[in-house]
Antibody, heavy 122, light 107 residues
Framework: QVQVVQSGAEVKKPGASVRVSCKASGYTFTNYALHWVRQAPGQRLEWMGWIDAGNGNTRYSHKFQGRVTITRDTSASTAYMELSSLRSEDTALYYC???????????????WGKGTTVTVSS | DIQMTQSPSSLSASVGDRVTITCRASQSISTYLNWYQQKAGEAPKLLIYAASSLQSGVPLRFSGSGSGTDFTLTISSLQPEDFATYYCQQSYSTPYTFGQGTKLETK
């Protein structure tokens, strides 16, 4: 079945970086983009950026510009999200989600991973 | 950035009730609006895309409407498994943004 499986929980110190992976299966990886969305405790969902898995093009939220890097490895059908200069406010559940779209380019996130908890604490 | 505001933020209802949740965008987004359901401890699940299209496998009691700045999600007859938090999300322009969520609780 179509799914994306994320890597396990991470605990990091302030100032460090974290890399979360998202492995796709059940569909042609390069035919879709992947989003990264995070959710801090008790907060709304927050879009971080996306990657076109076919050509590797990326777009990031300006809030994370300079701190987030999204990459992919097509041979492994896996996307990665790296967030640097971590601070306590980055403690959150990080999701990857597959992008789909209609014929008239209405985009939506139709397949979600279970999320990866990232805790930033000294 | 486009701001998305949902109302109400929380809602108490009973099984069998008709429930409507509203989402307002800070500028016109045509029909670039999606709805998600999130249960405690789970990932969001897509319900409605492009404002009114029902995602495959989602029960017919869920429906969406609206265009421009005002949108609604309606559950025609609430079922026990529908108690969850609902989010709207605009895909008109990046950064994509979500509403603050509407928590649907049992009365």
């Amino acid at each position: 079945q179509v799914q994306v499986v994320q890597s396990g929980a991470e605990v990091k110190k302030p100032g460090a970086s974290v890399r979360v992976s998202c492995k796709a299966s059940g569909y042609t990886f390069t035919n879709y983009a992947l989003h990264w969305v995070r959710q801090a405790p008790g907060q709304r969902l927050e879009w971080m950026g996306w990657i076109d898995a076919g050509n590797g093009n990326t777009r990031y939220s300006h809030k994370f510009q300079g701190r987030v890097t999204i990459t992919r490895d097509t041979s492994a059908s896996t996307a990665y999200m790296e967030l640097s200069s971590l601070r306590s406010e980055d403690t959150a559940l990080y999701y990857c989600a597959r992008d789909s779209y209609t014929r008239d380019y209405h985009y939506y996130m139709d397949v979600w991973g279970k999320g990866t908890t990232v805790t930033v604490s000294s | 950035d486009i701001q998305m505001t949902q109302s109400p933020s929380s809602l108490s209802a009973s099984v069998g009730d008709r429930v409507t949740i509203t989402c307002r965008a800070s500028q016109s987004i045509s029909t670039y609006l999606n709805w998600y359901q999130q249960k405690a401890g789970e990932a969001p699940k897509l319900l409605i895309y492009a404002a009114s299209s029902l995602q495959s496998g989602v029960p017919l009691r869920f429906s969406g409407s609206g265009s421009g700045t005002d949108f609604t999600l309606t559950i025609s007859s609430l079922q026990p498994e529908d108690f969850a938090t609902y989010y709207c999300q605009q895909s008109y322009s990046t950064p994509y943004t979500f509403g603050q969520g509407t928590k649907l609780e049992t009365k």
